[in-house]
């Protein structure tokens, strides 16, 4: 029985792993990962259940410097994000350097008055000793409740990371049910993992300028799930890149994306997917809320 609730945002630099972190809490991969900055957009709710605890957690986009309206509206989401929250977990990775988009978040943290953990990742890439200095530094920028160390890929210290956040749950019935892991539709977490393709198979600015909205998702009768989604992006250019010779690359990108798809709904997915050109479309205003990049 839940009787203790606890909202934890977490935040940090892009690429650090927090979406990784967010699947691991959620037991199923709720937010897209990739190697390229700026994969997460939206702020995304993990839910976790540890005994008369619910913990959720908001996956929030790395913080960066914006270079279009996009990016401001992304930097802007993290900054809310801070406020209004029972803890907030910095991450940062196992290196001894406190670059600009830490210290801001640190400024972010210290005017919403609330505690904050410093959750050290990818301790599976270092040798225990290093992160001593990581752990020095970071003690003499601000005063951390705590200091976790974790692998969000293999879920290390994880368990540790919740026990310390479980201090500052409060008394409250459950926020989601007990069986809900995200707030996310089906259909926004299918777009995001067309989305997650593109950037797997893409280089370079091709898939940053891409969006993708599902058009039609419905369950037939058998189960099967009929999907048809429109990838946008700015470029002509960059849509013959998409679609590749012969439309090979589209194949390629969406038949990765249905296995996902398929694993997610647990059903038969059968994908449709066409590809139009909005140039210039992270910079325009109107663009941008017919995609959902609305101020909350």
Not at 102 to 109: H, M, S, W
Not at 181 to 194: G, K, N, S, V
Request: net charge negative.
């Amino acid at each position: 029985m839940i009787s203790k609730t606890a909202m934890i945002t977490l935040c940090g630099r892009p690429n650090v792993g927090k979406s990784t972190l967010a699947n691991t809490l959620a037991g199923e991969k709720i937010a897209i990962v990739s190697d390229k900055p700026q994969t997460t957009r939206r702020r995304i709710t993990a839910v976790c259940h540890r005994g008369q605890t619910q913990f959720v957690f908001m996956d929030t986009p790395g913080f960066h410097k914006p270079r279009n309206r996009l990016g401001n509206y992304m930097v802007n989401v993290v900054r809310r994000s801070l406020a209004d929250v029972d803890a907030v977990v910095l991450m940062v990775e196992p290196v001894a350097a406190i670059g600009p988009q830490e210290r801001e978040l640190l400024a972010g943290i210290r005017g919403a008055g609330v505690p904050a953990v410093l959750c050290i990742n990818k301790i599976d890439t270092v040798e225990p000793a290093q992160l001593l200095e990581v752990i020095a530094l970071y003690a003499g920028e601000h005063d951390f409740a705590a200091v976790i160390p974790v692998s969000a890929r293999t879920g290390d210290g994880v368990e540790e990371l919740l026990a310390e956040l479980d201090k500052v749950a409060v008394e409250s019935p459950p926020l989601f049910d007990e069986d809900t892991i995200t707030d996310q539709p089906e259909r926004q977490i299918c777009a995001e993992l067309i989305r997650e393709k593109l950037l797997l198979h893409l280089d370079r600015e091709v898939p940053h300028g891409t969006a993708v909205e599902v058009t039609r998702f419905s369950r037939r009768k058998d189960g099967v799930v009929e999907l048809e989604a429109v990838i946008y992006c700015e470029k002509a250019s960059h849509k013959g890149i998409i679609i590749g010779c012969q439309g090979a690359m589209l194949k390629k990108i969406g038949e990765s994306a249905r296995k996902d798809m398929e694993e997610l709904l647990g059903d038969k997915v059968f994908l449709q997917t066409w590809v139009k050109v909005r140039e210039n479309w992270r910079d325009s205003q109107s663009q941008l809320r017919n995609f959902g990049f609305t101020e909350e």
